[in-house]
């Protein structure tokens, strides 16, 4: 079946750090990938997308690559700041519909 | 503000009470989700609806039931929990593939529930 492995946290980083939470997926076809962020005391957003290989999404300073050959969509931030403290989803969805959530991701970051 | 409204934002509830969760989606969306959210651990696919219809039910306790009046209003409706079923309970929707949607569409999701059970 189709699954979704991130990186275990929690992650801590000084501000002005660089980021990144890795993420790799089983999937049969060709899936759309996502990361979602929960902020707290909140549900998840959308944080970007990609729909097909080697497509980039960004979005605020955060950016992911769609790799296929590595089934991979690893997030990086070049310089994460103290609101960018939040969990961390990684997702896909197939072309039957159907959407796989990872376990998320815990990203504290101090001044 | 994602256009998925939940009530209440927080619920306290013994155990032989009976008490229903409300999700409204303003997007225009078929489908609407709810996930179970507990500490420390995954996030859970409760039930799926797609054009009103109920497509998945993830082996959840019949001490909760979905109801999807039209496509804009889901509920859940508990009655008889267990302190166990004390989380997080999150609705979503998205556009469903089945139904002309793309699978790069997202899920959209509401503020959550945060549920209680003494």
């Known amino acids: 079946g189709d699954s979704v492995t991130q990186m275990e946290g929690p992650v801590t980083l000084s501000e002005e750090a660089f980021l990144t939470i890795n993420c790799t997926y089983t999937a049969t076809g060709y899936p759309s990938l996502f990361w979602y962020v929960q902020y707290p005391g909140e549900g998840l957003q959308l944080l970007l997308k990609?729909?097909?290989?080697?497509d980039k999404g960004s979005n605020k300073g955060f950016e992911a690559t769609y790799r296929k050959e590595t089934t991979s969509f690893h997030l990086e931030k070049g310089s994460v700041q103290v609101s960018d403290s939040a969990v961390y989803f990684c997702a896909l969805n197939t072309n039957a519909g159907k959407s796989t959530f990872g376990d998320g991701t815990t990203l504290t970051v101090k001044p | 503000e994602t256009g998925v409204t939940q009530t209440p934002r927080h619920l306290v509830m013994g155990m032989t009470n009976k008490k229903s969760l409300k999700c409204e989606q303003h997007l225009g969306h078929n489908a609407m989700y709810w996930y179970k959210q507990s500490a420390k651990k995954p996030l859970e696919l409760m039930f799926v609806?797609?054009?009103?219809?109920?497509?998945e039910n993830n082996s959840v306790p019949s001490r909760f039931s979905p109801e999807c009046p039209n496509s804009s209003h889901l509920f859940l409706h508990l009655h008889t929990l267990q302190p166990e079923d004390s989380a997080l309970y999150l609705c979503?929707?998205?556009?469903?593939?089945?139904?002309?949607?793309?699978?790069?569409?997202?899920?959209?999701f509401g503020p959550g529930t945060r549920l209680t059970v003494l």
């Open positions: 990609a729909t097909k290989a080697d």
């Open positions: 979503a929707s998205s556009q469903d593939t089945a139904s002309g949607g793309r699978p790069y569409n997202e899920q959209f």
């Open positions: 609806y797609s054009l009103e219809e109920r497509v």
